[in-house]
C-alpha cells in the first residue's frame, strides 16, 4: 500500500475515535513536545529522550518518559501521582506530514492509553516568519475533547537562559507557562494552569 494511503487511512481511523472518546483526568504536563497540557506537531528524532517529573500545588505529580522509537514515531509513558493514586498511562504519537518552511506539519496520537478513558488527537502547527512565533491548531477527543490550540516563542536575551514562552486553550482552559533553560538539555518548567493553580518540574533531554 502506497504511504499517501496509510496516512489517509490512518487520518480516517483517527477522525473516527475523536467522535468517540470521553473526558478523562490526566493530560501531557510539559512532555517532551507538547507545550503545557496540548501536544505539538513536532515528534523527537530517532534515538532521542525525554524525562519529566512535575508537580502542582495540591500535591498532585507526574513523571513522564517520552522516546523516539524510529523516525516520526515517538512513544511515551507516564505515571500520575497523589496522595491516595498512583495511575500509569502510555502514549504515542506519529508525524504523518513533517513540516516545511513554506508548510505546516501534522502529527496525531493518543494519550492516556491504559486508562479507562484515552484522548486521541489530530494537530496541525508551523514557524510564522520573521517573528520566529510557533503556532499549533489540533483537535481532539478524551481530555482533550475539542478544539485544542497555543503559541510559543522562544527568547534568547544575552543576559539572561534561554526562555520559551508559552500559552494555550486545552479545550478546557487558558493555561501560561516558561520554559527555562538551565543547562544543555535541562529545563525548568513553569506554568499557571486554567489561570487558577501553579506547576513546576524539571524536564531533562539528550
Do not use: C
Not at 489517509?8 to 510539559?30: C, D, Q, W, Y
Not at 524510529?70 to 496522595?83: N, Q, S
Not at 526562555?163 to 538551565?182: C, F, M, P, Q, R
Amino acid at each position: 500500500m502506497k504511504r499517501k494511503n496509510v496516512n489517509f487511512l490512518l487520518l480516517t481511523v483517527f477522525v473516527l475515535l475523536l467522535a468517540t472518546g470521553s473526558r478523562a483526568e490526566a493530560k501531557g504536563i510539559f512532555g517532551g513536545t507538547d507545550l503545557i497540557n496540548t501536544p505539538t506537531n513536532r515528534a523527537l528524532a530517532q534515538g532521542g529522550y525525554t524525562l519529566g517529573a512535575h508537580i502542582d500545588e495540591h500535591g498532585h505529580g507526574r513523571v513522564q518518559l517520552d522516546f523516539g522509537l524510529v523516525p516520526e514515531f515517538e512513544l511515551g509513558a507516564a505515571l500520575d501521582l497523589g496522595k491516595n493514586y498512583h495511575d500509569l498511562s502510555a502514549r504515542f504519537k506519529y508525524r504523518l506530514i513533517p513540516e516545511t518552511k513554506d508548510s505546516f506539519g501534522l502529527a496525531l496520537g493518543i494519550q492516556d492509553i491504559g486508562k479507562e478513558h484515552f484522548s486521541p488527537y489530530v494537530v496541525i502547527g508551523h514557524v510564522l516568519s520573521p517573528y520566529n512565533l510557533r503556532w499549533n491548531f489540533g483537535l481532539g477527543g478524551g481530555q482533550l475533547g475539542g478544539i485544542f490550540f497555543g503559541m510559543s516563542k522562544v527568547l534568547n536575551p544575552s543576559e539572561f537562559p534561554q526562555v520559551t514562552l508559552t500559552g494555550e486553550y486545552d479545550a478546557s482552559g487558558l493555561n501560561l507557562g516558561a520554559k527555562i533553560n538551565l543547562n544543555k538539555g535541562l529545563l525548568l518548567n513553569v506554568g499557571v494552569l486554567d489561570m487558577d493553580h501553579f506547576v513546576v518540574g524539571l524536564t531533562l533531554s539528550n
